[in-house]
């Protein structure tokens, strides 16, 4: 799909970027009368289709063109998932991006208000397409639909997680329209909007790619949400991981380094892709995944905590010379104070020298692509669907289990476990999937966030952390926005 955006760059930043970026909810009269004027044929859908896309990638905030306030897409989340719990944090403490690992974010953070509006942009977009998808031939109208719709489902339950209720806007709503635009509806009814949306994909969508949605990719996404949901659905959630591993599609990789670097390969269910050295196509997060200040503008922005290098020293096998690194005095240490995240060198950047990394030519025009789900975060969701809650004896549970630790080199047979625990799941989990942007995920769906969250907050010595914290506030431009109809957060 790389070749494609080159093709579409143009159009889809005269289609998209009319809209006022204060008001992503909804298109201004100007940005209609685009969309009504374009979509004419199956190629203009299309078209319209990887405009959602690009709006998931994001704009590289490396670039001289980026501005103080854009759409950043997930170039962001790591400080609103991985720093908002116990896996990494900002090595400053000076700035914004530092209040999240802290739970200091208030309503003017501008990354969270980034975040939010990045993610209702997609939500834009692909209620645009919706509204003009029988301008695509007659063969491909469900297709296209329930891609879109799976695309807004993505962001809707990214939103749910993160701020609980939020406005569900479904349609092309016009400015005036604030009671729908900005009334928050309750999260079960969020949830029934995510899980309608994700079952057309899983209806209608085949599995011809991996860096666009497909039934797979529909078929887990909508797991996790069984598994999320306030009763979760783990018959649900069973069946579906057990339709992906049945089609034969999928498979680990045979070294941990290559589902990284090995890009778009049997592993990956669903990618966003970037591209190298093109300042409008590639990302800035794997240069500022740096502890010194190297290559990225940032002093270190996600920082491995020295609990989560205790887990990979323990039972991280293979994985861990691929997942981080420590460097001079750091690097003598028993356990890394201040190590950093190498998951996602700059397009497989060289590690070798222990005092300064080069990290590629171009290390803020990064290419990496970002992940979002693989098999083996299927295979283990399917034996949390199994466990249902508890601790397991069930063979076909352990078994999912097991395949992802033996490929992180655990002997099949010695290390298999006769029950399998919660917390072992929970912790395999986290080195599996480590700097993913899952860890805070994952503790909220096992009901332990709290716990884990307040020990680890108490330990690191930030005192503002409490329970209302594991929602982040309602940005306080939004509130603005809505003339006081969008209600905040308790903090």
């Not at 790389?2 to 970027?17: S, V």
């Not at 909007?193 to 887990?220: C, F, P």
């Amino acid at each position: 799909m790389k070749y494609i955006k080159f093709l579409i760059i143009a159009i889809t930043g005269f289609l998209f970027n009319s809209c006022d970026s204060d008001e992503f909810l909804n298109p201004l009269p100007d940005s209609a009368i685009v969309a009504e004027t374009y979509f004419q044929s199956d190629a203009d859908v299309l078209t319209g289709i990887i405009g959602i896309y690009d709006a998931i990638q994001g704009v590289n905030e490396n670039t001289e063109s980026s501005t103080e306030r854009y759409n950043r897409g997930v170039q962001l989340e790591y400080l609103l998932t991985e720093h908002r719990s116990d896996n990494t944090r900002s090595m400053t403490l000076e700035g914004s991006r530092a209040d999240f690992h802290r739970y200091i974010v208030e309503p003017e953070n501008i990354q969270s208000e980034d975040y939010w509006q990045s993610m209702y942009e997609i939500i834009f977009r692909a209620n645009n397409v919706l509204k003009y998808v029988n301008k695509s031939d007659a063969a491909n109208v469900n297709k296209y639909t329930a891609e879109a719709k799976f695309l807004r489902a993505y962001a809707y339950f990214n939103l749910v997680r993160l701020y609980g209720a939020v406005p569900l806007v479904t349609s092309i709503l016009g400015p005036e329209e604030k009671e729908a635009l900005f009334t928050r509806v309750a999260v079960e009814k969020v949830y029934e909007q995510i899980i309608a949306d994700l079952q057309e994909g899983v209806t209608h969508m085949d599995n011809t790619y991996n860096s666009r949605a497909s039934k797979a990719a529909a078929q887990g996404l909508l797991a996790k949400v069984y598994l999320t949901l306030p009763t979760p659905n783990y018959a649900g959630a069973k069946l579906l991981c057990e339709a992906i591993i049945g089609s034969g599609t999928f498979a680990l990789q045979n070294d941990f380094h290559d589902v990284f670097y090995n890009e778009l390969n049997n592993e990956v269910i669903f990618a966003i892709q970037y591209l190298s050295v093109n300042p409008e196509q590639s990302q800035g997060f794997s240069s500022e995944f740096t502890s010194y200040n190297r290559q990225g503008r940032q002093d270190g922005l996600n920082i491995v905590n020295p609990n989560l290098a205790e887990d990979f020293i323990a039972v991280g096998g293979n994985r861990t010379a691929v997942s981080y690194a420590a460097y001079g005095e750091d690097a003598e240490l028993p356990v890394p104070e201040n190590a950093e995240v190498v998951k996602f060198l700059p397009d497989g950047s060289d590690i070798s020298d222990p005092n300064l990394p080069t990290y590629g030519e171009s290390p803020s025009y990064a290419g990496n692509d970002w992940i979002i789900l693989r098999y083996a975060d299927v295979l283990l969701m399917h034996a949390e669907a199994i466990m249902a809650g508890g601790n397991t004896s069930d063979a076909s549970a352990i078994d999912s289990y097991m395949e992802v630790r033996t490929r992180a080199g655990f002997d099949a047979v010695a290390d298999r476990p006769s029950v399998l625990t919660t917390d072992a799941l929970l912790l395999e989990r986290r080195v599996e999937l480590a700097f993913e942007n899952h860890r805070f995920f994952d503790l909220l769906r096992f009901g332990v966030a709290h716990d884990v969250l307040g020990a680890h907050a108490a330990e690191m010595g930030y005192t503002s952390y409490n329970i209302r914290r594991l929602l982040l506030p309602i940005p306080s431009r939004e509130i603005n926005l809505s003339e006081g109809i969008l209600t905040q957060n308790p903090q």
